[in-house]
């Protein structure tokens, strides 16, 4: 049997006249992050929402930990799904925002996980604000604090940092990274930028004219010469090279 903790088996999602994905078969391991990318209307925010149970497949099945979640209610899968525009409940504090999955799942010591997930974020002096009193890069990180303090079983992330400012949105990539190996999670990450996604991701899977490549690796994907990768070292060695003979 397959030790795979997430595993798409041969998904096909059409819209309209438009097969958006075809035979989409992928495997992720407990613990991994999946940076996924391809080009605008590939089909990455379809087949996240389709894990997350949002959007529903024409054919294929997906498994967690070896069980069905394609015939589960969203609720039930214990997935997060975190897109681009970190939705705060608007009426809530940053403190209260992040304790609210855990007092639906009638957590214990709340006060004290929220404020350690608070400090996790940097944000140990914030928890009393409003949403509209914080700035994007703080509001997105309580977004992700929310969406971690319960400890999904699969996070979903759709271009979360697509908004930030380059410098916060490296933070927010060192910060990802450090939460997601606390905590053991296991994570998709859609991105447009190449390098966000070496950066993020264990390992990187592309979806071109609707099917999906899991490379084996993250040097398998250095080495496809699609990948872009060698695109963008020639493109920094020609601007060395000419600054080198002004
Ligand atoms: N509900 C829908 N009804 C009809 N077509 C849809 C629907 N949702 C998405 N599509 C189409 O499916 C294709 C894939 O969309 P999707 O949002 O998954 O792409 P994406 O790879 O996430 O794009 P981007 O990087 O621009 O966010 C697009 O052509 C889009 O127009």
């Given at each position: 049997m397959s030790q795979a903790f997430l595993r798409i088996h041969q998904l096909d999602k059409q819209f309209g006249q438009d097969q958006i994905l075809k035979g989409i078969n992928l495997e992720l391991t407990k613990g991994q992050t999946l940076s996924l990318i391809g080009a605008s209307g590939s089909g990455k925010t379809t087949l996240l929402k389709i894990v997350a149970g949002l959007e529903s497949a024409d054919q294929g099945k997906i498994y967690l930990r070896e069980n069905?979640?394609?015939?589960?209610?969203p609720q039930q899968r214990k997935i997060i799904y975190l897109y681009q525009d970190a939705l705060l409940f608007p009426h809530l504090s940053a403190f209260d925002n992040i304790a609210f999955g855990l007092k639906l799942q009638k957590a214990k010591h709340i006060p004290a996980q929220v404020n350690a997930m608070l400090e996790k974020l940097g944000m140990q002096d914030q928890g009393h604000k409003m949403p509209d009193q914080l700035s994007g890069g703080q509001k997105q990180r309580i977004a992700f604090g929310r969406a971690l303090v319960i400890k999904p079983q699969l996070l979903l992330l759709d271009?979360?940092?697509?908004?930030?400012?380059p410098e916060i949105r490296s933070h927010m990539q060192k910060l990802f990274k450090n939460l997601v190996s606390s905590q053991n999670l296991t994570a998709i990450f859609v991105t447009h930028d190449l390098k966000e996604a070496i950066i993020i991701g264990d390992n990187i899977a592309k979806i071109e004219q609707g099917n999906l490549i899991q490379y084996d690796s993250k040097s398998a994907f250095y080495q496809d010469e699609k990948s872009g990768v060698e695109d963008e070292i020639l493109f920094w060695k020609h601007l060395k090279n000419e600054t080198n003979e002004d």
């Amino acid at each position: 049997m397959s030790q795979a903790f997430l595993r798409i088996h041969q998904l096909d999602k059409q819209f309209g006249q438009d097969q958006i994905l075809k035979g989409i078969n992928l495997e992720l391991t407990k613990g991994q992050t999946l940076s996924l990318i391809g080009a605008s209307g590939s089909g990455k925010t379809t087949l996240l929402k389709i894990v997350a149970g949002l959007e529903s497949a024409d054919q294929g099945k997906i498994y967690l930990r070896e069980n069905r979640i394609d015939v589960l209610a969203p609720q039930q899968r214990k997935i997060i799904y975190l897109y681009q525009d970190a939705l705060l409940f608007p009426h809530l504090s940053a403190f209260d925002n992040i304790a609210f999955g855990l007092k639906l799942q009638k957590a214990k010591h709340i006060p004290a996980q929220v404020n350690a997930m608070l400090e996790k974020l940097g944000m140990q002096d914030q928890g009393h604000k409003m949403p509209d009193q914080l700035s994007g890069g703080q509001k997105q990180r309580i977004a992700f604090g929310r969406a971690l303090v319960i400890k999904p079983q699969l996070l979903l992330l759709d271009e979360p940092f697509g908004a930030l400012d380059p410098e916060i949105r490296s933070h927010m990539q060192k910060l990802f990274k450090n939460l997601v190996s606390s905590q053991n999670l296991t994570a998709i990450f859609v991105t447009h930028d190449l390098k966000e996604a070496i950066i993020i991701g264990d390992n990187i899977a592309k979806i071109e004219q609707g099917n999906l490549i899991q490379y084996d690796s993250k040097s398998a994907f250095y080495q496809d010469e699609k990948s872009g990768v060698e695109d963008e070292i020639l493109f920094w060695k020609h601007l060395k090279n000419e600054t080198n003979e002004d």
